[in-house]
């Protein structure tokens, strides 16, 4: 488990704060223009928990 949030934490980390920012910001303008907003919902979502998921498994393996 540690190791997959390593690989998760170091490799794909960028990626999914990249993925969060630019679903967020679609996703104001949506709910700007009032438009439907679940895709840009479902992504903000998954990235932004995979980024605590990541964060706090590596943060509690530096503990032990």
Do not use: Q, R
Request: with cysteine; hydrophobic share 60%.
């Amino acid at each position: 488990m540690v190791v997959a949030s390593w690989y998760v934490g170091w490799f794909l980390m960028p990626i999914l704060c990249v993925t969060f920012c630019l679903n967020l910001v679609s996703l104001l303008k949506k709910i700007k223009n009032e438009e439907k907003t679940t895709v840009n919902t479902v992504w903000l979502t998954m990235s932004f928990t995979f980024i605590m998921w990541s964060i706090a498994i590596i943060a509690s393996a530096g503990i032990y």
